[in-house]
């Protein structure tokens, strides 16, 4: 158990639709790390947030958005969803500080249909 | 443009005798690599880390190698054991400060046969 938390574990929707996935990063870490495993790839990196901001961001669409709340977990919002953001999105976090290694959640499959 | 690579999409190895798993990067910037191993249905693991200061690291069964002018690492697991089976990534990051964005390798599936 990694203790980063991810729900919900499976979402199946529809084109054109909004969804928001959620992480609770580990205790006590303070950076969250958002990546999207799309069928037969390696994971991507999205965006992360240290301590409510927004601290990198890769190759994450526009109709996508995340935030951090004051208590540290996260949301990452898909909206106008297509049959391609159909992937595992995989949450991560960090102690913030040093190169610690990111521990992962166990990830919410996204299904569109 | 894959700056993180693993060529060898799959490995498998007996039982008792070293797995080695490879990975090539092309970013000279990258001074933190770290390995990952993934069951199905569960999120990667971390396994062992190494920092650009340093040409190995060691912990238990796991020894990583790095080698930054062929820019190359390698993990080696000894002995390997039927539980290793699964994907294992490779990682590297950027900048030695509060947190940062991994680049991933496509993963190999190593399976240990008893």
């Known amino acids: 158990d990694s203790g980063v938390t991810q729900t919900p574990k499976h979402l199946i929707t529809a084109t054109g639709q909004r969804v928001t996935l959620r992480c609770s990063p580990r205790s006590g870490d303070l950076s969250v790390y958002w990546y999207q495993q799309s069928l037969d790839q390696g994971l991507q990196f999205l965006i992360q947030y240290y301590n409510g901001e927004e601290r990198a961001k890769g190759n994450i669409l526009e109709r996508f958005s995340a935030q951090q709340f004051p208590d540290l977990h996260s949301e990452l919002n898909l909206s106008s969803l297509e049959l391609g953001d159909s992937a595992l999105y995989f949450c991560a976090s960090s102690g913030g500080y040093g190169n610690q290694p990111q521990h992962f959640g166990d990830g919410t499959r996204l299904s569109i249909l | 443009d894959q700056q993180v690579k693993q060529n060898s999409p799959s490995l498998s190895v007996q039982e008792g005798r070293i797995s080695i798993l490879n990975c090539d990067y092309t970013?000279?910037?990258?001074?933190?690599f770290l390995w990952y191993k993934k069951y199905p249905a569960e999120g990667p693991t971390f396994l062992i880390s190494i920092s650009s200061i340093k040409d190995k690291n060691e912990d238990g069964r796991f020894t990583v190698f790095l080698n930054k002018s062929a820019k190359h690492l390698s993990l080696h697991i000894v002995p390997s054991q039927p539980g290793d089976s699964a994907v294992y990534f490779c990682a590297a990051g950027r900048g030695y400060n509060a947190g940062n964005m991994l680049t991933f390798g496509g993963g190999t599936r190593l399976m240990v046969k008893p």
């Open positions: 970013n000279s910037m990258f001074d933190y």
